[in-house]
């Protein structure tokens, strides 16, 4: 490996996609082979490394460096390793080919650029890690893209001064972002012949109640509060289905609802709404929590002395799972997070390299 072009390519041509959450696309899902090749590449810098299996074949892998002036301080750079599903990319998922400056391929933004940045500035600081006021841990997360569970087995196994989650961030330093509440919404009615309506009872038009409930109280209630930097909560309703055919009243029906929460907001009101309106409603929630870190941390000004901005976002990541356990957490990462996910995804070559160039100088500037 020359440099981190090299590694984030050889990462690229792993697949590592997420197998939960719908088609992947492949059937090369899960995060295994990946963990190794960043184990070996780990052992070759130095490190003490771990495999620490999260779900059945899913390990995290985990590097520490010791340090003989660390004294227990400990600061964590933590990229997760999955991707999202490759289903309808119009390029070569697994290529990792560069062409027009571009690297190419499923990662390269979110987050195997971000992954072989930090990678490369270990391997170029090995030799000064050992002296360093911190002990320097990487960990490949496993599971970000669905569940954290990554995330959140390492921080009930681990304790941090500070995590940075590798994230295209355009090396700013997000230190705030919006967390996520998903709810999946389903009525159940009784099904009868469609020319008697009144025999039966109607799923769809209690979920339409429903969601009229979530658009006249809930929307406004969500934006009555803001952050300024953040903005508000919002709520988007993004799909629903229900019936069976149109000669039938249907006795089932099924909609999913986003809900992106600022710092502070408890979405709960939101389920007592719709009890409230829809008593048999039946309600799941995935919940990711939002993120807030003091930006007066040591840590983040000494990531602004080396050019970063302190920024917020409407997405979010692993940090915040990192912080709900009372460990100062940030996202940042080279690219842009306008290209994760897309069907043709890249990482700028200068931004990759600009990316390997800042972790080093961070590693070095720590006194």
């Not at 933590?78 to 062409?99: K, Q, Y």
């Amino acid at each position: 490996m020359k440099d981190a072009v090299d590694i984030a390519s050889a990462l690229i041509r792993i697949p590592s996609v997420n197998p939960d959450g719908g088609d992947p696309g492949t059937d090369q899902t899960g995060e295994a082979a990946c963990a190794s090749w960043v184990a070996d590449f780990l052992r070759g810098c130095g490190a003490e490394v771990s495999l620490r299996e999260v779900l059945p074949g899913r390990p995290n892998v985990v590097g520490r460096f010791p340090s003989r002036r660390a004294e227990g301080r400990r600061i964590l750079l933590a990229p997760h390793l999955d991707t999202v599903s490759v289903a309808g990319m119009t390029i070569d998922p697994f290529s990792g080919e560069v062409r027009d400056g571009r690297l190419l391929g499923r990662g390269a933004s979110d987050t195997k650029g971000t992954a072989a940045a930090m990678l490369w500035a270990l391997r170029e600081a090995r030799e000064t890690l050992v002296e360093s006021p911190y002990e320097i841990w990487f960990a490949g997360l496993v599971g970000e893209e669905a569940g954290q569970f990554g995330a959140k087995a390492l921080a009930e196994e681990e304790k941090f001064d500070f995590v940075m989650a590798g994230e295209p961030t355009s090396l700013n330093v997000v230190h705030t972002h919006k967390g996520s509440c998903w709810l999946q919404l389903r009525t159940h009615g009784r099904a009868v012949h469609a020319s008697q309506p009144e025999a039966g009872e109607n799923a769809i038009y209690q979920m339409m109640q429903a969601i009229e409930c979530l658009r006249s109280e809930g929307i406004p209630r969500l934006a009555a509060t803001s952050d300024p930097v953040l903005g508000t909560s919002t709520l988007s309703v993004g799909t629903i289905r229900g019936g069976s055919k149109v000669n039938i009243v249907p006795d089932f029906c099924e909609a999913s609802v986003d809900i992106r929460i600022i710092p502070g907001v408890n979405p709960e009101f939101i389920m007592d709404l719709l009890r409230q309106r829809v008593p048999n409603i039946e309600i799941d929630l995935k919940r990711s929590e939002p993120l807030y870190t003091d930006p007066a941390h040591p840590v983040i000004a000494r990531l602004q002395s080396l050019g970063s901005k302190l920024v917020g976002a409407p997405w979010f990541c692993d940090a915040a799972v990192f912080a709900s356990q009372g460990y100062p957490s940030v996202a940042i990462g080279p690219g842009s997070i306008a290209q994760a996910h897309t069907a043709d995804e890249f990482i700028r070559v200068a931004d990759l390299e600009a990316g390997a160039d800042f972790f080093l100088r961070f590693l070095k500037s720590l006194e």
